[in-house]
């Protein structure tokens, strides 16, 4: 089992920065990688960003890229870091973990998931 515990969300303006964290724990894996997904209400839980386990690939959906950035410590820690927030940012932030090598951007590609921390967004 892997456990995933983030941090970091919060209530920021539009145009600001958040910085998420989730930090691994658990049994270990030789490749895995770590994703960030989100859900606001009333919407279907949408793919963020994932990495690799050594950081070497990263994947961006449409919609953050060029805005946040998503990175990793030695310590099984992966970092989402968000700038240019909008309001429809808003949402709940989770941190997802796959014991494989590719990075996946459905849900289901992910058996790993934290609790998940609020990320809001003011107009």
């Known amino acids: 089992q892997v456990q995933l515990v983030e941090s970091g969300g919060g209530l920021v303006q539009a145009g600001g920065s958040l910085r998420l964290s989730c930090a691994a724990s658990?049994?270990?894996?030789?490749?895995?990688?770590m994703g960030w997904f989100r859900q606001a209400p009333g919407k279907e839980r949408e793919f963020v960003a994932a990495?690799?386990?050594?950081?070497?690939?990263m994947d961006y959906a449409d919609s953050v890229k060029g805005r946040f950035t998503i990175s990793r410590d030695n310590e099984r820690t992966v970092y989402l870091q968000m700038n240019s927030l909008k309001p429809e940012d808003t949402a709940v932030y989770y941190c997802?973990?796959?014991?494989?090598?590719?990075?996946?951007?459905?849900?289901?590609?992910?058996?790993?998931w934290g609790q998940g921390t609020q990320v809001t967004v003011s107009s």
């Open positions: 658990g049994r270990t894996f030789t490749f895995y990688a």
């Open positions: 997802t973990f796959s014991p494989t090598w590719a990075l996946g951007r459905t849900a289901t590609e992910y058996p790993y």
């Open positions: 990495i690799s386990w050594n950081g070497g690939l």
